[in-house]
């Protein structure tokens, strides 16, 4: 069992900034890639910005020179600094991680989602 638990959504204004973390706890062998994920309503779940175990960064095209990825492996968190807020990054952003969970001598792959967090931005 793997619990995903994010927090820093909240309001802001246009220009503002937020910092979302989200912490993975449970029984992880290890956790390949993190990655943040939004959906506004209406629309469909998208990739914000993702991050593997080296540091290799992936970011949506919206989103670059704004936000910025980064992860603590010891601590299997992921952070997700967001400047330069528009109201059209209003959305759930959801926290994803994928990788290797240890069940007694088995070992199997996970890919496991947060509940989200709202990140709401007002004009």
């Known amino acids: 069992q793997v619990q995903l638990v994010e927090s820093g959504g909240g309001l802001v204004q246009a220009g503002g900034s937020l910092r979302l973390s989200c912490a993975a706890s449970?029984?992880?062998?290890?956790?390949?890639?993190m990655g943040w994920y939004r959906q506004a309503p209406g629309k469909q779940r998208e990739l914000v910005a993702a991050?593997?175990?080296?540091?290799?960064?992936n970011y949506a095209d919206s989103v670059k020179g704004r936000f910025t990825i980064s992860r603590d492996n010891a601590k299997n968190t992921v952070y997700l600094q967001m400047n330069s807020l528009k109201p059209e990054d209003t959305a759930v952003y959801y926290c994803?991680?994928?990788?290797?969970?240890?069940?007694?001598?088995?070992?199997?792959?996970?890919?496991?989602w947060g509940k989200g967090t709202l990140v709401t931005v007002s004009s």
């Open positions: 449970g029984s992880i062998f290890s956790i390949n890639a």
């Open positions: 994803n991680a994928e990788g290797t969970v240890v069940a007694g001598p088995n070992y199997y792959g996970m890919d496991y």
């Open positions: 991050i593997t175990s080296g540091g290799s960064t």
